[in-house]
DNA sequence: CTTACTTTTTCCACTCACAGGACAAAGGAG
DNA sequence: CTCCTTTGTCCTGTGAGTGGAAAAAGTAAG
């Protein structure tokens, strides 16, 4: 099928274009309601974006009391791609142009391996996708991978976890491979981005998405936009000192919070619990699959078991240290935690309110909700989708 | 004297105000090439706010190769009113519209006699400056003072060192009082906003500014302009837990930076120091003075004395510390010491580089100047006026 | 079914911001 | 004095956008 490659031609267009895919189909009458524009020009504006496909006719809306307006939706051909590369597995989805998933793959896999066999992977995946009939090609991907990211060029810059990553041109690369307009950014920011558009963070501004996964990483979003940083490492809390002459890690310090507290230093924790006796459970769950990981912990601990819920008691105890330090500096209006270990759940996010809110100021966290995100592994993809349709769905 | 009560009638004219304040007198085609506008709009724009007085005619300018342009300047009688309100002491200075300090006075006082009494002073300061002929009158005032403001009503909210002052209206008495608009803002949200317009930040968008005075506070400017959080206390890093289980602070906690590090803290351990005669240097000054504060180390250090360096150093090193996970959260492009302390100078400035190089990644900290503030104590005052003129130099 | 009232949509005339060309004014270089 | 460059002014054309009038398409009550 030919896709889509018109753009708004004005702030106008971008505008409606936005307010469509937020909220659905609309009748003219209420998005005249939402612009503030004289009929006239909202008219001619629409009547454009009908021109382009962009947008289509949708029957008639239901009576307001007088005359029925025409309801207006974007095109329900329209289709993106997301894609939440992450250390050891990959997410692939695709969603309309109101960012719903229509599909979702998930698949274990090695960061390691490198672009050029990751990307193989996720296009076969894309094509799947494709061939179950979910879309017949794609208006615009998003890309998240585990790493900063130079973000105008859509470049990972000395990835720490991801090292054959370094200056490969991803964005340019997946656009000609996918044939659409692709734009790239570090997976946490995503996760924000897709907590902001269709979680917990939908009415707020300014706040932080703290994810714990094979490491720890953090989104910031100030005024609504994601912030980035002067060389788009920003957030990377991952290496933040938690503990004072602590243990080594593998950036070259010690102490870091990644360290002490993430899917892997969990899953270490856990076969050392294992190997010493300390905990029956988690030693007869190494011995059956022969090694543990977070998902584990998170079930010896739902099971009641003490060890397992020290550990997590104690990971809590010393994110919520670091974030506490964030939010004295930041003083954001939520603080949302995501990522693998969300199973953890509430042991987990009771340990890090304890510390928050013990150890901040009243004045922040007088009304600050710490709370697990909503969308749990869709998080990414919704935000790789919404980045691509933010860029689309912007003035040319 | 009649003052200005003129504001720009759209974003053309806000932004000619701003780019002669910022750029001192320049001529009709030097502002043409600066603006993006056609030479009529240009003309019609300029004459408009020459009817205004805003901005007055000011000779001929030098010949590019053909006609001779005609200069433009800021009216040289638009004055404003700066005002830092320290913990121990208040600055008041007068400025012209381009921000250029005319004359300034710096009074000793303490903060917690109250906002009436403190605003008693401030204004016979800044009576005394208009009787010495500096200004006629005053066309806006900023204000800072040292604690959480809700910024658009002007009002400190729960200020930790100053609790008479919760909920007073600083802005609506002072603009009826001085007869001049005002803007109220956190004294290091000022000290940055100086920095950048006339300090070392003139060239970077997202930096912070670190405060050492009496106590500690972080300045965080976004994409070039300031952000203060939900709630106005953003940049409150005094009390981030610097030492585990350290010592008691004032906020109920312990091992908050500001406990270990600070104006007061300083002193506080240079007395202890001088009684238990571990420097001679130190307590000759105690003897002499009956106190000693934080000048004091600084001389005694410039004298090499190596009980203060050493105070120095580890204050910088808990410092660095602190100022190192900020780094890696929010990868500034910049990073600005300033404050009281400034004149403890290279020996803190070393300690707090080191720990901040050691502690956060390369990504973060390679190109990452770590730096002296400028402006010294005209830092505060200067950022108020940038704030006011800010203000004054926008669209109504 | 008719009538009165609403809401939505289209049409049209009018305003306004702005661009850009023509031309005059003012200066420099030879 | 002549030719060229830059600056400032004037004027007209264009396109964006507004707001009123009227037509179109409903609902609700008699």
Same mark, same amino acid.
């Given at each position: 099928?030919?896709?889509?490659? &018109?753009?708004?031609?004005?702030?106008?267009?971008?505008?409606?274009?936005?307010?469509?895919?937020?909220?659905?189909?609309?009748?003219?009458?209420?998005?005249?309601? *939402?612009?503030?524009?004289?009929?006239?020009?909202?008219?001619?504006?629409?009547?454009?974006?009908?021109?382009?496909?962009?947008?289509?006719?949708?029957?008639?809306?239901?009576?307001?009391?007088?005359?029925?307006?025409?309801?207006?939706?974007?095109?329900?051909?329209?289709?993106?791609?997301?894609?939440?590369?992450?250390?050891?597995?990959?997410?692939?989805?695709?969603?309309?142009?109101?960012?719903?998933?229509?599909?979702?793959?998930?698949?274990?896999?090695?960061?390691?391996?490198?672009?050029?066999?990751?990307?193989?992977?996720?296009?076969?995946?894309?094509?799947?996708?494709?061939?179950?009939?979910?879309?017949?090609?794609?208006?615009?991907?998003?890309?998240?991978?585990?790493?900063?990211?130079?973000?105008?060029?859509?470049?990972?810059?000395?990835?720490?976890?991801?090292?054959?990553?370094?200056?490969?041109?991803?964005?340019?690369?997946?656009? *000609?491979?996918?044939?659409?307009?692709?734009?790239?950014?570090?997976?946490?920011?995503?996760?924000?981005?897709?907590?902001?558009?269709?979680?917990? &963070?939908?009415?707020?501004?300014?706040?932080?998405?703290?994810?714990?996964?094979?490491?720890?990483?953090?989104?910031?979003?100030?005024?609504?936009?994601?912030?980035?940083?002067?060389?788009?490492?920003?957030?990377?809390?991952?290496?933040? *000192?938690?503990?004072?002459?602590?243990?080594?890690?593998?950036?070259?310090?010690?102490?870091?919070?990644?360290?002490?507290?993430?899917?892997?230093?969990?899953?270490?924790?856990?076969?050392?619990?294992?190997?010493?006796?300390?905990?029956?459970?988690?030693?007869?769950?190494?011995?059956?699959?022969?090694?543990?990981?977070?998902?584990?912990? &998170?079930? &010896?601990?739902?099971?009641?078991?003490?060890?397992?819920?020290?550990?997590?008691?104690?990971?809590?105890?010393?994110?919520?240290?670091?974030?506490?330090?964030?939010?004295?500096?930041?003083?954001?209006?939520?603080?949302?935690?995501?990522?693998?270990?969300?199973?953890?759940?509430?042991?987990?996010?009771?340990?890090?309110?304890? *510390?928050?809110?013990?150890?901040?100021?009243?004045?922040?966290?007088?009304?600050?909700?710490?709370?697990?995100?909503?969308?749990?592994?869709?998080?990414?993809?919704?935000?790789?989708?919404?980045?691509?349709?933010?860029?689309?769905?912007?003035?040319?």
């Amino acid at each position: 099928m030919r896709r889509m490659t &018109a753009r708004p031609a004005n702030a106008h267009q971008a505008r409606l274009l936005r307010l469509l895919r937020d909220g659905g189909p609309n009748s003219r009458a209420q998005l005249g309601d *939402q612009v503030d524009l004289s009929r006239s020009k909202l008219a001619v504006e629409v009547d454009r974006l009908l021109e382009t496909e962009l947008v289509v006719a949708d029957g008639l809306a239901a009576s307001r009391g007088g005359r029925r307006s025409h309801n207006i939706r974007l095109n329900p051909h329209l289709r993106f791609l997301g894609v939440d590369i992450g250390a050891t597995s990959v997410d692939v989805a695709v969603t309309n142009a109101e960012l719903e998933v229509l599909g979702h793959i998930n698949q274990p896999m090695d960061v390691r391996e490198g672009p050029v066999v990751v990307f193989e992977h996720v296009l076969s995946m894309a094509a799947k996708l494709r061939a179950s009939g979910l879309a017949e090609g794609f208006d615009g991907a998003g890309i998240g991978v585990p790493g900063p990211v130079r973000f105008p060029e859509g470049i990972p810059v000395a990835p720490p976890i991801m090292p054959g990553w370094d200056g490969f041109p991803v964005r340019e690369a997946l656009s *000609q491979d996918l044939g659409c307009p692709v734009m790239v950014d570090n997976d946490v920011n995503l996760m924000a981005m897709g907590e902001q558009h269709a979680g917990v &963070a939908r009415t707020v501004h300014d706040f932080l998405v703290v994810k714990i996964g094979t490491g720890i990483g953090c989104g910031i979003v100030v005024g609504g936009e994601v912030y980035r940083g002067t060389t788009g490492s920003a957030g990377d809390i991952g290496h933040i *000192q938690a503990v004072p002459d602590g243990r080594p890690c593998a950036c070259g310090n010690r102490g870091c919070l990644e360290a002490h507290f993430s899917g892997a230093a969990l899953a270490r924790d856990a076969m050392e619990a294992a190997e010493q006796r300390l905990s029956t459970e988690l030693a007869n769950r190494l011995e059956s699959n022969g090694t543990l990981s977070a998902v584990d912990v &998170a079930a &010896a601990a739902a099971a009641g078991d003490a060890t397992a819920l020290d550990l997590i008691r104690e990971g809590g105890n010393r994110t919520g240290q670091v974030i506490a330090g964030l939010v004295s500096f930041f003083n954001p209006g939520l603080v949302v935690i995501g990522g693998g270990v969300t199973g953890l759940g509430h042991t987990l996010l009771a340990a890090i309110r304890t *510390q928050v809110y013990r150890q901040s100021l009243p004045l922040a966290t007088g009304n600050l909700p710490i709370v697990l995100g909503e969308l749990g592994p869709t998080a990414g993809v919704i935000g790789a989708a919404r980045l691509i349709s933010d860029h689309l769905f912007s003035p040319a």
